[in-house]
C-alpha cells in the first residue's frame, strides 16, 4: 500500500527515482502566510549536495529546487506545494552490467520480491537520490518551525570509529565531516582516506538537537513524539538505530541516576532527551542515529543474480564512502517534518 | 490529535486508563475466519500479568479479556473485536498525597502542559496498564501471523547492567527474567534483589526475533518495515532507544563487514536485521529495545509540584523494580501487530 | 480494511452487533476540558431510542451509555473516550429460521459475499444496533459544537409520500414523526397505520440544518465540507441520496438563478446550503438525505438462499415502518461528528 | 489540514493552480506489473478536454499527461506515480480587475475565510483546472480496474432542463453533449445556444454505471461503497446531490416496491443501485449527480469586495455554459479511484 507519504497535519508525498526524469515532493497542509520561495529551499538544498565532503560521491546535481504550485507573491496560500527537482547528471551506463546482478546491502534483491520487477537504475526508488525530496520537504517544515524559534541541527559525533569528544557547535560549521570536535574531524579525514583506498566505506553515529520545542507536543499511546521520531529517522535508508535522550545509555543505569530531578528552573539533567511520556517537556530534544557504512564498495562482493546464480560484483559508479556528513541534512529533515506536524497536532486541541 | 490507534490495515485503537473501570481494544481489519476466542487471547495475556517474577509489582489484575464483538462461533467475522479489560484491583489511595506533585521520569508534567490537566490516579493514560490493551491487540496479530508459521519471541538480553553471554531459546522460558543465559539469570535475580532493598530500580535490554517473515513485506519510503517497527517499540513507555540487525553497531563496521554477502542458499549473516531497504529479506528479522529503569522509586526525589514549588517524593505504591520482563511480552505485541499489518498490507498489491 | 474509524482529528471507532454483547465507541481526540457524563449522553441517546414513534420496532433497548474511560471530575481528559451500550433486550429466535435466507434489501447476501460467513442474528454488524453507537460518539461531538454556539437539528420533510410543506421548528417536537409541519405530521401518521396493516414499510426524506457554523470549515480539493457530509450521511444503512442546499434542484436552474447574491449583510439567498467551493460560508449548512423503505417487510418476498435455491421470506420480527424519525438522531450525530473533526482541523491551521 | 490526497490503498495526491506553473498527481499504492504510458493516459484526458462541445470553455490547454516517475520499461513499478500537466494557455489578465471582488458563486469567499488570503488569478486552487490531475489519477485507476474486466462510463441525463428518456450506450459518444438519446441531445442543443446568448448558464444530471464491480468491495460501516463514491462525487465542485440506484425516488416507495426480489439467477431489479449495506453486490453501480448551473455568467451580479463593500460583477472570461459534459470524465475518474482503491482494499483480506 502507499507508503510515500509522511505526516498527518503537516504531509509530504515523494516520488522519484535515481536515474528517472526527476525527484519531488508535495507539502500538504502548510499553514498559509509562511513567507516561502526557491530562495528560502535552495540553501536547504545546498547543504546536502554531494561533492562538499571528501567522504562523499562525485555525482554533481545542481539540486535546483522548483516550485510549481502553492505559492503566492511570496507566501504559502495554504494550498499543496509541489517542489521539483530534475534529474540532470543521472548517468545508468554504470548500472547497466549489474542489471541482473543483487547488489549486497541494497534493496535491490528486496524490490525484486516485493514488486516482482524493479528499476535497477541507480537503485531506483531506494536511491539515496529519493531524499532529495525530503530535504526539499522538510525545508518548508523548517521554515515553519523558524517562525515559532524551534531549530533542528545534526551532526557528526562518529565516522568510521573515531568518536568526537566534545560538543562544539561553533565547529560543526567549520570541517567537512560537521563534526563538533576539530581534533575529531580531523582523524576523521585521515580514516576516510585510509578507507577510499581500500575500496572501502564506513558508518558512523549522527547527532541530532531539536531546541526551542514548546511543552505537548506528542500525542499517546501510539504517536508518541518520540515514537514518531525513530519511525521517521528509522525511515532513512542507512540508519539501523535510533535513540532519544540517555537512550541505550539508560539501560545500564538505576532509576536514581536516570530521573531527572525536577527543579523550580526546570530540568536538572536530561536523560530523558526532552521527551516525556512521549510528549515534549519543554527541554532539548536529544536523538542518535546509528549510520551503517555504504553499501556500495569497489571491494569484490559474494552475491546471486535474479535467478539466483552465485555472482561477484564491485562497485565501481561514483558514490560516498559514508552516508554521513550528507545524511545529516536528511535526519534535520525528517526531524522537522515530525516537529511542524506536532506542532499543527497540538493546536487542534488547544 | 487521535493518537491511540496503530496500523492501517490490521488495525487497533486502545483506550483506559490506570484506575478507570478498565481498560480495552478495538481490532478493527482482521480479516475473516481466523479462530479466536478468550482461550486463545488469555494464555498471551497472562505471560505479562504482573506477579510472575521478583522484579515485578504486587498489582494483581487477573486480566481476564473478554471479547464483546466481531467474533461468531469461534471464528473472527471480519468486523471489528472488541477486547474487555476490567480494571479490579486498582487502588488509587496510595497516590491520592502525590496528587499535585510531579513525579520525576513520569508524564505528570507533561500530561498537565500537554491538557492542562490530568487523571493522577495511577498514572492514568500514561500508565503501564494501558499496554495490557496492546498485548490484547497483539493476541489477535498472533492468531493470525500463526497461521502463516510467522513467529514472534522476545527475550531479555541485559537486566541491571548483565548482560546475558548466549541465547539459548530453551532457557528463555526456564527462568524469571526470560534470559536466554542460565548463568546470567542467575546474576539478575541477586542484582534485582540488591537494587529493591536500595529501593531504586534497574533497566536492561531486551531483544526481539521474527522468524518465518515472508520476503516483501514493508512499504518505501517512509513505511518501511524498520520504521514501523521502530515506531512501535518506541511508543513503549519505558523505551529510550531501538535498533535493528547490528544496529548501533553497524555504524563501527566498514561496508565490507556490514554487509551480508548473498548466496543461493540465502544470506551468509544478518547484519542487515532481516530488512534491506525498508522490505523484509526472507531472514529473520531482529531488534533491541534498550528499556529504561522504571522511574518509580522508593529514594527520595528533587521535583515541583503543580504550582512549580519545590518538592520530593518517594514512590512507597505497589511497583516493579524493572520493566523487564513484563515489556517483553508487549515488545512481542507491537511486532506482532506491525507484521500483521504489513502482511495485509502486501497482500493487497500482490 | 478497517472501516470502523471515522473523523480524522475528531474521531470515533465503533464496534458490536445487533445480538452480541453490545455496542460501543471509542471517542479519540476529543480535546479536554469538556464537561462530559452519562446525563449528556443519555439524552441524546433516548431520542433515537425506539418505541417512541408509532413508526419504529418494538425492541425496547434501554441504550444506557456508560463512560469507561477519557473522563475524569466530570471533563473529559483528552484521552480516549469509550463508551458502552450493552445488549439487553436481544432474541435472536426469530432470526434462526432465516439464518441461511438472504432477506432482500439487506445486507446478508453481501456481508456473506465479503467476508464467506455472517452473523445472522439481527443482522450482526449490519443492524441499525449498530447506529446506537454513532449516536453516542455523536452526542460527544455535539457537547463539543455546543460550547461554540453551533447547533444541529433534523426533521422529516417527507414520508410515505406526504410531504411537509413548511418548516415550523417549533412543531418538530410536537408530533411522533418530528415533522415541521402539523397538518402533514397527521396525515403521516394515518399513511404510516394503513402501510403498518399491509405488512409494508415506508421511506421519507430527512432535512438536517447545521447553524452557527463558523466560515471557513472544509479542506478543499478532496474533503471539502460537502464531500465529508455526503459520506457521512450516505454510511447510514438506508439513505439513498444526499444533497446540499439546493442539491438536484440546482440541476434544473441557470446561473443567474442558482447563485446567492453577497450583500454587505450576508448572502441573500442559500442555494448553495452553506458551502460554497467545499468550505463553509457561515451560513446555514443544508441538506437532505432520501431514506429507503426499511427493507423488513411482512408481505412475503422471492429470494435464495446461501446455497443459491430459491426461498421466500416473510419478516416477522420487531421492526419499524420507517427508518424515521429514528433515523433523524443518526442524520444529526453524523453531521456532528463532521463539524467537530473539521472545527479542530480548522485550528491547525490557524 | 491536508485535504489534497484520495483513496487509502489506491491513492492520489494532486496539486496545482488554475494559472500557476501547472497541476499533477501523485499516485501512490498502484500495484506494479500494470502496463501505462503517456499513451495510455493522453486518451483519458482528451475526453475531457475543453472545447469540444459548444457548452464549453474557449480555454484551450492540450493537456499533455507527462509521466515524470514510477514506470519503467513501460510497466508499473509498484513506486509513486507523478503525471503533470503544464499549463500553458494561462491568461491571468481577465482575472486582475476582478481579483479583490468575490464571485458569487465561486469560493473566492469561502478561500479568503479560511486562509486568509488567496491566489485570485483564475480561481487558483479552486478552479475547474484541479480536475484535470484527477483525470490523469483516474486515468491510472482505469488501467488497473480494466485488468479486471470493471467498466465505468458517464452520460447525461439532464441539461439545462431537458431530461433525456431512453439510454441508448451507443448514441453517447454520437452527440456533443454524451446524452444517451438523440432527440434529446438535439434539445439540449437548442437550449445552451439560448442560454449562451443570454449570457447566463445551465446545470444538469449525469448518470454513471460500473459494470463488471465483483460481489464483496466496501468496508462497513463508514467505509461503505456508498459512502465513498458519495464523497468521491460531491468533491467535484459543481456538484450538489449524489444518489445511489433508486436514490431520491426510493423514498416515496414501499419496501415491497423498492426490494430487489433475489433470484438463482440474479437480483431482478436493481432499485439498489448495485450496492447493499455497502457492499457491491454484483450488479451495476448506479449513481447520478445534480450539477448545478456554472456560477460565472456574463450577466451582471450583486456581490462584495474583499473590504465588506457592495460591487456588482459579469464575468467575462472564457467560461462555459455548462460544466456537463467536461464533468462526467471527472465523475468516471472518482468513481475509477474509489473502485481501485476497494478493489485493493477486498484483496488484504482474502
Redesign the interface.
Known amino acids: 500500500?502507499?507508503?510515500?507519504?509522511?505526516g498527518?497535519?503537516f504531509?509530504i508525498?515523494?516520488?522519484?527515482?535515481s536515474h528517472?526524469?526527476?525527484?519531488?515532493v508535495?507539502v500538504?497542509?502548510c499553514?498559509?502566510?509562511i513567507p516561502l520561495d526557491e530562495s528560502i529551499i535552495q540553501p536547504v538544498m545546498d547543504q546536502r549536495r554531494p561533492g562538499k565532503s571528501i567522504a562523499s560521491t562525485r555525482r554533481r546535481e545542481p539540486d535546483k529546487a522548483i516550485i510549481?504550485?502553492?505559492v503566492?507573491e511570496g507566501?504559502t496560500?495554504?494550498?499543496?506545494?509541489?517542489i521539483m527537482l530534475h534529474n540532470k547528471d543521472a548517468d545508468s551506463s554504470a548500472y547497466k552490467p549489474h542489471a541482473d546482478i543483487?547488489r549486497?546491502?541494497?534493496?535491490d534483491?528486496?524490490?525484486q520480491?516485493?514488486?516482482?520487477?524493479?528499476?535497477w537504475r541507480g537503485g531506483?526508488?531506494?536511491s539515496a537520490r529519493?531524499t532529495a525530496a525530503r530535504v526539499a520537504g522538510g525545508a518548508v517544515a523548517k521554515a515553519l518551525l523558524e517562525r515559532e524559534d524551534i531549530r533542528v541541527s545534526a551532526y557528526t559525533m562518529?565516522l568510521g570509529?573515531i568518536r568526537a569528544k566534545n560538543r562544539d557547535g561553533e565547529e560543526v560549521g567549520k570541517n567537512m565531516f560537521c563534526c563538533p570536535d576539530a581534533d575529531a574531524a580531523g582523524r576523521m579525514e585521515t580514516r576516510v582516506a585510509e578507507?577510499r583506498k581500500?575500496g572501502?566505506?564506513?558508518?558512523?553515529?549522527v547527532e541530532i538537537l531539536a531546541s526551542g520545542v514548546p511543552?505537548?507536543?506528542?500525542?499517546?499511546?501510539?504517536?508518541?513524539l518520540?515514537?514518531?521520531?525513530?519511525?521517521?529517522?528509522?525511515?532513512i535508508?542507512a540508519v539501523?538505530?535510533?535513540?532519544?535522550?540517555?537512550?541505550?545509555?539508560?539501560?545500564?543505569?538505576?532509576?536514581?541516576?536516570?530521573?531527572?530531578?525536577?527543579?523550580?528552573e526546570g530540568f536538572?539533567t536530561n536523560?530523558?532527551?526532552g521527551?516525556?511520556?512521549?510528549?515534549?517537556?519543554?527541554d532539548e530534544i536529544v536523538m542518535r542515529v546509528?549510520?551503517?557504512?555504504?553499501?556500495?564498495?569497489a571491494?569484490e562482493?559474494?552475491?546471486?543474480d535474479r535467478l539466483?546464480?552465485?555472482a561477484t560484483i564491485s562497485t565501481k559508479g561514483r558514490h560516498d564512502v559514508s552516508a554521513i556528513p550528507r545524511i545529516n541534512g536528511i535526519c534535520e529533515a525528517m526531524v522537522c517534518l515530525v516537529l511542524a506536524d506536532h506542532l499543527?497536532?497540538?493546536?487542534?486541541?488547544?
Open positions: 500500500m502507499p507508503g510515500n507519504t509522511f498527518k497535519l504531509r508525498t515523494t516520488w522519484g527515482e528517472g526524469k526527476g525527484v519531488g508535495v500538504d497542509g499553514p498559509p502566510h510549481l504550485s502553492g503566492f507566501m496560500t495554504g494550498t499543496p506545494i509541489l543483487f549486497p546491502g541494497h534493496g534483491i528486496t524490490y520480491a516485493k514488486y516482482g520487477m524493479r528499476d531506483g526508488r531506494a529519493e562518529e570509529g578507507v581500500m572501502d566505506s564506513v558508518g558512523g553515529i511543552q505537548g507536543l506528542g500525542d499517546p499511546v501510539f504517536d508518541k518520540d515514537a514518531e521520531l525513530a519511525k521517521a529517522l528509522m525511515s535508508g539501523k538505530g535510533v535513540e532519544i535522550g540517555a537512550g541505550f545509555e539508560a539501560a545500564g543505569m538505576r532509576g536514581s541516576e536516570n530521573n531527572d530531578p525536577i527543579t523550580p536538572a536523560h530523558a532527551g521527551i516525556l511520556a512521549g510528549i515534549s517537556n519543554g546509528g549510520v551503517k557504512p555504504i553499501p556500495s564498495i571491494i562482493q559474494q552475491t546471486i539466483g546464480n552465485p499543527l497536532r497540538q493546536r487542534a486541541i488547544s
